[in-house]
Every structure is written in structure tokens, then in C-alpha cells.
């Protein structure tokens, strides 16, 4: 489905919730909106009350943790697992009680419990309250601001959850562009005013991009998409149109408009959305529930190469089962060497291996972003990833 950026869209508000220490056991959805996969509530329903195996606990995972400011529920997770996206193994379900993803807080003492071989995260009493007669999970249904810890460190993503835009088709190249600024001035940045061009609905916030760029498939070569590159934001000042000179000859005016923030500084020829609704999505950090692969399309920017806390695009989406949330395994591709043993020196190559980690956190129907959660070498277009 194209990304629409040429037509306001309707606010709809979603809760920053942190949901990934507990998952869904049955039920539906608090009002929320958080979904609740079928993958989450199968694990659940295998591992309720259950926990995971000692082997799969982290070699220091600690007893308890007080939840602090600053927490995500990744990093909460990395303390205890080898794995951290295996969360609700870990946070092992009452179906009859817990039915839907939790909030957790500052001031929270989250206890790991060993028993028979086996281990669970239970939720016991905040710092400074009274003991409780019994440890077991707690769900607060409020919206985002309350306190809650986030899933992963969203201050990563938060700029690209709005500015990465992908279209089906080069839609962008008919949507209003700066034409001119003042005294002949070709670059324009924060304050500046800019002469814009095209069909201009009288909304007052608008996003600027550069002109929308293909995106190839590494192995194939096809186009998934077209990537906006976002510039930065501006400000409707006042309508153009046509008007008549003090030479008495009438010529087109264009629409008047304030830069208000620029991530790049603005250009001749860039073009103008409007501000849509603003997506707070909830994150739940999960591995596919099938097998994927692919491949790095570009990095975000203008590098040549990324590392930790990067954005990456991504040559698989919606249509191939990617999913917001995902979490993907990184390979380095293994290098061509000369096999010296045999007398023919014939070449090799020796094996990828495994050397970081991918978050998806926005998808499109062919192409997806993913955050680099770790990474042990440069990230470079063409490089592959699969399923943790």
C-alpha cells in the first residue's frame, strides 16, 4: 500500500507502552491498541508458569534488579537472557490472571526465581512499599507519559518513525517544491523563508524532502520503493497566486512559507507534505515466527557504511511477513582466501558469520527500518540478515 504524506491524515493516538517482559495470555487487547500476536500467546500458553531453562539464563544474572529511570526493557531482558527477545519464556504467565502485556516502572524489584531446574521473572513490591503477601505480575492500563519504561531506547528512533517515508511510486515528484528563496538564495535553514510552488491546502505544519530516490534490491535489482529523504519541517505563512505587477502584466505568486527545523538545510527543488498524525507505536522486541532472510538495502544518511544505532532499510516488508518489532540477526559475509594446503591454490570462502543485531520498527510494503541494536563490524549495503 503507498504511504500517502500528500493528504493530512486522522490523529490517532497509540500508548508508548513497554511491552516486553510480559505477553499476552488470551483475551483481547486493552483499550490500549497494543496487539496481541499469536505467536506471544502461544509461548505463553507452552511456558505459563513454566519459565525457561537455567541454560538459558544469562552467566550473571543477577537475583533481582530495581528498576531504574533510563531502563528499557531490552537492556532488562539482555541481564537475565542470552537472548533477550525470548521474553515471555522468561515472564512465565498466569493465563487465568495476566492477559495482556505489562508496564513496568521505576522503582519496581523485578526477582528471578529458580526452581526444578528451571527459571521466572516475578514483579515484587517498588522500593520503599510495603512487602507484599505474594510475588506475582501486576498490569497498569494508562497511557504513555505515566512513568513506564520503554521497550528499547525510542530516543534512537523516535525522529524516523515519521521522516522515514517509503512510496510505491514516485508520488513525491508532484507534491509542492521551493521554488525560490529570498535575495536569490538557493540554500535556506532554520527561520528562513521559502517560496513554494504546487497544490497547497492551508495547513500550517508541513514536512520538507528531498525529491524521492529509488530503492534497488541488492540482488535483484528491482525497485521496492522510493525513498523521501526527510530535510526538515516549515511553517504556512500565507496563499500565492496570481497577481498583478506595477508593470501592469500578471504572473504567478507562489505560496509564502517559514522554515521552523532542518535536518539538512533546505534546497531549490525540494518538495512539501503535510504534517500527518504522529505514530507512537508500542514496541514488543520478538523474533519472527518464521524463517526470513535478505539483505541491507541502504544505510539512512548519506554514509557508506553504519554502525551501532544506525538506521538500515531493509529489502523485505509487509508483504514478507516483517513485522514492527522484529528482531534480526545480523551476518558478516564470510572473505575468499587462497587454500594454501592444496598445491592448485584454489579460493575459498570461508563462512559468514553472525555479528549483530537488527530492530524493525517501520515497515512499508516491500521495504522496512531497522535499528542496529549491536554490531561488531561496519554495516554495508548488500549484507544479509535472517531470523535470530
Known amino acids: 500500500m503507498t504511504q500517502h504524506l500528500l493528504a493530512p491524515a486522522r490523529l490517532r493516538r497509540r500508548s508508548l507502552l513497554a511491552a516486553g517482559l510480559g505477553l499476552a495470555g488470551g483475551g483481547s487487547a486493552l483499550a490500549t491498541g497494543l496487539p496481541v500476536l499469536p505467536q506471544w500467546r502461544s509461548t505463553a500458553e507452552q511456558v505459563a508458569q513454566a519459565g525457561v531453562p537455567l541454560a538459558e539464563l544469562a552467566p550473571n544474572a543477577p537475583d533481582?534488579?530495581?528498576?531504574?529511570?533510563?531502563?528499557?526493557?531490552?537492556?532488562?531482558?539482555?541481564?537475565?537472557?542470552?537472548?533477550?527477545?525470548?521474553?515471555?519464556?522468561?515472564?512465565?504467565?498466569?493465563?487465568?490472571?495476566?492477559?495482556?502485556?505489562?508496564?513496568?516502572?521505576?522503582?519496581?524489584?523485578?526477582?528471578?526465581?529458580?526452581?526444578?531446574?528451571?527459571?521466572?521473572?516475578?514483579?515484587?513490591?517498588?522500593?520503599?512499599?510495603?512487602?507484599?503477601?505474594?510475588?506475582?505480575?501486576?498490569?497498569?492500563?494508562?497511557?504513555?507519559?505515566?512513568?513506564?519504561?520503554?521497550?528499547?531506547?525510542?530516543?534512537l528512533i523516535a525522529p524516523f518513525l515519521n521522516e522515514a517515508v517509503v512510496f510505491d511510486t514516485d508520488e513525491l515528484a508532484a507534491a509542492p517544491r521551493v521554488v525560490a528563496a529570498p535575495e536569490g538564495r538557493v540554500m535556506m535553514s532554520r527561520g528562513d523563508t521559502a517560496y513554494v510552488l504546487g497544490d497547497i491546502a492551508e495547513l500550517r505544519d508541513w514536512r520538507i524532502f528531498r525529491e524521492a530516490?529509488?530503492?534497488?534490491?541488492?540482488?535483484?535489482?528491482?525497485?521496492?520503493?522510493?525513498?523521501?529523504?526527510?530535510?526538515?519541517?516549515?511553517?504556512?505563512?500565507?496563499?500565492?497566486?496570481?497577481?498583478?505587477?506595477?508593470?501592469?502584466?500578471?504572473?504567478?505568486?507562489?505560496?509564502?512559507?517559514?522554515?521552523?527545523?532542518?535536518?539538512?538545510?533546505?534546497?531549490?527543488?525540494?518538495?512539501?507534505?503535510?504534517?500527518?498524525?504522529?505514530?507512537?507505536?508500542?514496541?514488543?522486541?520478538?523474533?519472527?515466527?518464521?524463517?526470513?532472510?535478505?539483505?541491507?538495502?541502504?544505510?539512512?544518511?548519506?554514509?557508506?557504511?553504519?554502525?551501532?544505532?544506525?538506521?538500515?532499510?531493509?529489502?523485505?516488508?509487509?508483504?514478507?511477513?516483517?513485522?514492527?518489532?522484529?528482531?534480526?540477526?545480523?551476518?558478516?559475509?564470510?572473505?575468499?582466501?587462497?587454500?594454501?594446503?592444496?598445491?592448485?591454490r584454489p579460493q575459498i570462502k570461508l563462512p559468514d558469520e553472525r555479528h549483530g543485531l537488527l530492530f524493525v520498527f517501520r515497515v512499508f510494503e516491500r521495504v522496512s527500518y531497522a535499528l542496529i541494536l549491536s554490531v561488531l563490524d561496519p554495516v554495508r549495503p548488500g549484507d544479509r540478515f535472517t531470523q535470530p
Open 64 to 155: 533481582s534488579h530495581v528498576v531504574q529511570r533510563g531502563d528499557t526493557l531490552w537492556g532488562i531482558a539482555r541481564l537475565f537472557l542470552t537472548n533477550p527477545w525470548r521474553w515471555p519464556e522468561l515472564w512465565g504467565m498466569n493465563l487465568e490472571q495476566i492477559r495482556n502485556p505489562h508496564l513496568i516502572y521505576p522503582g519496581q524489584r523485578l526477582v528471578l526465581l529458580r526452581a526444578d531446574g528451571r527459571a521466572r521473572l516475578v514483579l515484587a513490591q517498588a522500593v520503599g512499599e510495603p512487602p507484599v503477601e505474594r510475588l506475582s505480575p501486576r498490569i497498569r492500563a494508562e497511557p504513555a507519559g505515566d512513568g513506564a519504561i520503554a521497550a528499547i531506547p525510542l530516543h
Open 213 to 344: 530516490r529509488p530503492l534497488l534490491d541488492p540482488v535483484t535489482r528491482q525497485v521496492l520503493g522510493f525513498e523521501a529523504r526527510f530535510v526538515g519541517t516549515a511553517e504556512y505563512l500565507r496563499p500565492g497566486g496570481m497577481q498583478t505587477g506595477n508593470d501592469g502584466r500578471a504572473a504567478l505568486v507562489p505560496a509564502t512559507f517559514r522554515v521552523t527545523g532542518v535536518r539538512q538545510e533546505v534546497g531549490i527543488g525540494d518538495r512539501l507534505a503535510p504534517v500527518g498524525e504522529r505514530e507512537f507505536p508500542s514496541f514488543a522486541p520478538h523474533a519472527p515466527a518464521s524463517p526470513v532472510e535478505g539483505r541491507i538495502v541502504s544505510i539512512y544518511g548519506d554514509s557508506l557504511t553504519a554502525g551501532q544505532h544506525q538506521i538500515v532499510a531493509l529489502n523485505r516488508g509487509r508483504s514478507d511477513g516483517l513485522a514492527r518489532g522484529h528482531v534480526l540477526a545480523l551476518w558478516r559475509d564470510g572473505t575468499r582466501v587462497t587454500d594454501r594446503t592444496d598445491p592448485r
